[in-house]
């Protein structure tokens, strides 16, 4: 009996092999994006979880403007603290290699210690060596080999170091410039590791050290001992103590491997939820169809159960093939997508294996969702008495439905098109879910559609809209102003502004932030800030502008106070109105008037950087005459940066058109399995009106007319929902060097819109196709 109802079943989905295809297909997708997701996880944390053994990763980072090595000892007498590692970072430009834009941030090390170089190629340094070993990206993005001698810009001297190997290390996993990068680029900038004595004779830091690490004992947490930190270190200027969740390149990746946990939490369940609206449309109609087989199958002995363990059999059948061939392929899928983690993040190749824990939750989650699906449309059918079972159900009332109730509202349809309205009214469990299908798909596709506009207000909006400058240059050391201006005098360029930057840490209540503050002129041209309504922003001489960003971390408004913690060359702290908040999401830049600046600081009449516009066509000269001179440590040109940002998009897009791609497809899946299970229902009559004359275009508006409803209904119901995903994905995407906005936007929702008709127009399309197909004779010959 097993046998046969098997056989019976294989025969009921081979008649119906699209609409299980579309569900299998679905299922499918959803776990191999659940596979992909928790594997790609997985081989992250293993790889991780390697380098930070390897080189001896610290758990606690102190950084000051210059101290005492020795004052190492005292840091390791503070309860809860282990070994100390007193370092030296500074940031070098190369001078021969690349268009003067080449830097290496040079961090002191000794072999044997802690935050040491993972050796990819060569040896380590030796001690008291010119000798570094870099970081192994930036040898391969410059196709140097071992034993190549480059030139660094050194206190103003040009220096050779002879590169001994290549390495990585959780200092440069993800190392950029300034968070508005974003993108490594380590062509241009990577680390380079230097023998601890050879820093000191560079930098002329003797016995001196800018950096501590430091482990922390069994059972402490950095905020055990952050407050001993500070104050051993206060009087040497310290300006950030933080833990290793808060290192810039540790807590980028440790934010992503949080997002594809996310990601892989609600990617299948989503799916899921799809794919049961197209089974339970597809498993109801089956059922309906076979009470009679129902009824037989009971009268000859076979109970109730078997034929509930029957039907459950559909469910369970596509939820095992979908689950193990989306486990499987979402394990081969990983592959590319860990690749390109391990080179984003400049991580070691550790193999995870394949997961078979993955293939088995994928597959016992697809198995229990779709069988439970199944076993709901069969339940009521198996609870009848064989006889009641082999007559027909009962006719359901013909009262009107909620559309013939509504005055003047049948006049603007045809016949068919009243036909559809009845049809909708009548089969309300069906039209649900067709409705609540269409509007997770268009939710799919308006939220990822809506992401390439993020990047226009999270990133291009901050390079083009608040930046005008062509190049902005940074000195080694603050300079004053006046000189500088005087200085360089060049026709090329058609305005400078200097500007002038302060490490300090911003405190509102119990909340603390770690910033840049950037003092720029009062009446500032190159650099144009402004608020939510895009009005324009001004310094004030008293007061300070902050990022939405820093306002919603420390939960201040305009209006509002800051205390500003400056701690070079003596620590003060001042209380500062908050004058406006400007729109920008990414980075902890607050700024402030020079004036201002200079009443908080030591910074008086100097400045750190210039801004430059150069004269139109002159921008490679500024470049040229700008790249060798003296003090000058960096150089970026704002164009440049465009263009790359513009460049990676390219690619980017086209990974978001296939995403959109699938949301499409997800809502054409439901609307042609909805239009098929109505067209094999009315297949008589639509048999009857063929045969009285009407065109199969005609006869068409019967089901057309209805998915154009339930689609327009479900883009309005996916509207509300599209808000809510891009507000859930902004929080859950957030991180301490940025937030995401609310992204979703009109246009992208009136596209999504018109996406999802094409895919109704596409649907009838096909739905005519097997109407122009129907033979009206020889069907209204068949019995019922």
């Known amino acids: 009996m097993v046998k046969l109802l098997f056989l019976k079943m294989l025969r009921d989905m081979k008649k119906s092999l699209a609409a299980y295809g579309i569900c299998l297909l679905i ?7 659940f596979c992909v997701m928790s594997v790609a996880k997985d081989h992250l944390q293993v790889s991780r979880d390697l380098l930070y053994e390897k080189s001896a990763f610290t758990e606690g980072f102190a950084e000051v403007y210059e101290a005492p090595a020795a004052i190492k000892d005292k840091l390791a007498d503070i309860q809860g603290i282990g070994e100390v590692q007193a370092r030296i970072i500074k940031e070098a430009r190369l001078t021969d290699i690349g268009d003067g834009n080449a830097r290496l941030k040079l961090i002191s090390y000794e072999k044997g210690g802690r935050n040491v170089p993972m050796l990819f190629q060569g040896t380590d340094v030796k001690a008291g060596e010119l000798q570094v070993v870099a970081g192994n990206a930036f040898l391969e993005a410059r196709s140097l080999a071992v034993g190549t001698k480059i030139h660094v810009l050194v206190s103003g001297k040009d220096t050779e170091l002879e590169i001994t190997g290549g390495g990585i290390s959780p200092e440069n996993i993800y190392i950029i410039r300034n968070i508005v990068d974003m993108y490594p680029d380590a062509a241009n900038y990577d680390v380079g590791f230097v023998d601890q ?14 950096s501590f690490a430091f482990d ?24 950030s103590v933080y833990g290793r969740e808060d290192h810039q390149s540790a807590s980028m990746l440790d934010s992503e491997l949080d997002q594809l946990d996310q990601m892989a939490l609600v990617l299948p369940f989503l799916f899921l939820f799809v794919a049961a609206v197209v089974l339970y449309i597809t498993m109801h109609r089956l059922i309906e169809q076979q009470r009679i087989q129902v009824g037989t199958m ?13 039907y459950l059999g559909y469910g369970l059948t596509i939820g095992v093939i979908g689950g193990l061939a989306g486990g499987l392929l979402g394990n081969v899928c990983a592959t590319p997508l860990v690749d390109y983690y391990r080179v984003y993040y400049n991580l070691p190749d550790a193999q ?29 059918l198996t609870h009848l008495s064989p006889a009641d079972a082999l007559r027909p159900p009962a006719p359901k009332g013909a009262k009107k439905t909620l559309a013939e109730r509504i005055p003047g509202l049948l006049k603007l349809f045809t016949v068919p098109g009243i036909m559809a309205l009845r049809s909708i009214g009548r089969n309300p469990k069906r039209s649900m879910l067709s409705l609540f299908g269409i509007a997770c798909a268009f939710m799919i596709t308006a939220t990822l559609m809506s992401v390439s506009s993020l990047f226009d207000v999270f990133l291009f909006d901050n390079l083009e809209k608040v930046q005008h400058q062509d190049f902005t240059v940074y000195f080694e050391e603050p300079l004053k102003t006046v000189d500088v201006l005087s200085s360089i005098e060049n026709e090329n360029i058609e305005k400078m502004e200097p500007f002038a930057e302060a490490q300090a840490k911003l405190i509102r209540g119990n909340e603390e932030l770690d910033c840049t503050v950037q003092g720029i002129d009062r009446d500032c041209e190159l650099v144009h800030l402004y608020d939510a309504d895009g009005g324009t922003i001004h310094v004030a001489s008293e007061g300070i502008v902050l990022s939405i960003h820093m306002a919603q971390r420390l939960g201040v408004g305009v209006g509002g106070w800051v205390d500003v913690k400056v701690t070079y060359p003596e620590e003060r702290i001042t209380r500062v109105p908050v004058t406006a908040v400007m729109e920008q999401y990414m980075g902890t830049t607050a700024y402030m008037s020079m004036e201002g600046l200079a009443d908080i600081s030591e910074y008086r009449n100097v400045c750190t950087g210039l801004y430059i516009k150069a004269a139109s066509g002159a921008e490679e000269l500024i470049w040229k005459d700008l790249e060798g001179a003296p003090q000058v440590t960096g150089l970026e040109g704002r164009i440049a940066k465009i263009q790359k940002w513009r460049d990676m998009m390219g690619s980017f897009d086209m990974l978001i058109g296939m995403m959109v791609a699938l949301g499409i497809l997800i809502g054409l899946a439901v609307l042609y399995t909805s239009a098929l299970i109505s067209f094999e229902e009315l297949k008589r009559e639509l048999s009857v009106m063929l045969m009285l004359g009407l065109t199969a275009g005609e006869c068409l508006e019967v089901i057309s007319v209805g998915q154009w409803i339930l689609t327009a209904g479900g883009v309005l119901l996916g509207i509300p929902m599209t808000f809510w995903m891009s507000h859930a994905f902004a929080v859950s995407m957030s991180a301490k060097m940025f937030s995401i906005p609310d992204f979703a936007d009109a246009a992208s929702v009136a596209e999504s819109a018109v996406l999802m008709f094409t895919a109704v127009f596409i649907s009838s399309r096909l739905i005519l196709r097997k109407l122009k197909a129907v033979s009206p004779v020889s069907l209204l010959m068949e019995r019922e």
């Open 216 to 239: 922390l004992d069994p059972g402490y947490t950095i905020d055990d001992v952050k407050d001993q930190v500070e104050e051993l270190l206060k009087p040497y200027g310290c300006y």
């Open 298 to 310: 009971l009268s000859i002995g076979i109970t109730g159960e078997q034929i509930g363990w029957h």
């Open 352 to 380: 995870a294996g394949i997961s078979m824990k993955y293939l088995v939750i994928g597959v016992i989650l697809a198995s229990v969702f779709c069988s439970t699906v199944s076993y709901l449309c069969a339940r009521k």
């Open 197 to 210: 004595k050879t820093m000191e004779a560079l930098y002329g830091m003797k016995d001196m050290a800018n």
């Open 27 to 33: 299922v499918g997708v959803g776990f191999c994006g």
